[in-house]
């Protein structure tokens, strides 16, 4: 059974400060997400990575940045966190076999970020 | 531009009534189409794909490509199928993209 974990379900941050976000997959998957859900919104990438060490924005980049130092563990980090980045945070792995082929999806349980 | 459009934010619907969930769908190429949900206090994950071809939870979605929708079916509702649900797009042309989703319909059964 795939197994994605994030660090914290809850979080509650001051405006400017440095916040990570971990997530951790154990099925060696490659390819990993991070998505932020709004109500009305549904889910937006933030960023996204398929191997170590490498990572492409996604549709809404600005205020994160993201590492992946090791294969299982793809970190979101909030340089100087504002407001309007209070969410909930989903991380996403999913196994990348074929080229061609999209695999699923795999999500950890989110972390609430609320930012005061 | 890949885009997934789901036009209902709610949708509410009797116990032993019909289920139809929207999903319209932009994509030039040979796309990919999911459906994803999340019950209450759960993790989202997926429902079906439509490259399966299956029936999840008594549940089936049809990729009809003239219509470009990939509507999301049930004959009768159950009140365990209250949720949040995603329909979500895949441009297969494209390589490894990431999934677009919709911005979701939340489904309330009502007993």
């Known amino acids: 059974d795939v197994k994605v974990t994030q660090s914290s379900r809850y979080l509650v941050k001051r405006t400017g400060e440095k916040v990570f976000l971990e997530c951790v997959q154990d099925m060696d998957h490659e390819n990993m997400f991070w998505y932020r859900q709004d109500p009305g919104l549904g889910l937006r990438l933030i960023y996204f990575s398929y191997d170590v060490k490498m990572k492409e924005k996604g549709d809404i980049p600005e205020g994160y940045s993201v590492s992946r130092e090791k294969k299982e563990r793809f970190s979101l980090i909030l340089e100087s966190a504002s407001t309007n980045q209070t969410s909930m945070y989903l991380c996403?792995?999913?196994?990348?076999?074929?080229?061609?082929?999209?695999?699923?999806?795999?999500f950890g349980p989110g972390t609430r970020l609320l930012v005061l | 531009a890949q885009r997934v459009t789901q036009p209902e934010k709610l949708l509410s619907v009797f116990k032993g009534a019909p289920v139809e969930l929207k999903c319209n769908y932009s994509y030039s190429g040979s796309p990919e189409l999911f459906w994803y949900v999340q019950y209450s206090r759960q993790r989202l994950q997926l429902l079906l794909r439509?490259?399966s071809r299956e029936s999840i939870k008594g549940f089936t979605a049809d990729l009809n490509k003239g219509e470009t929708s990939f509507h999301l079916k049930k004959p009768f509702a159950q009140e365990e199928d209250s949720a949040m649900y995603y329909c979500?797009?895949?441009?297969?042309?494209?390589?490894?993209?990431?999934?677009?989703f919709g911005k979701g319909t939340r489904l309330s059964v009502i007993a």
């Open positions: 439509h490259i």
């Open positions: 979500a797009l895949s441009g297969r042309d494209s390589g490894n993209t990431p999934l677009v």
């Open positions: 996403a792995s999913s196994q990348q076999q074929d080229w061609a082929k999209v695999e699923t999806q795999y």
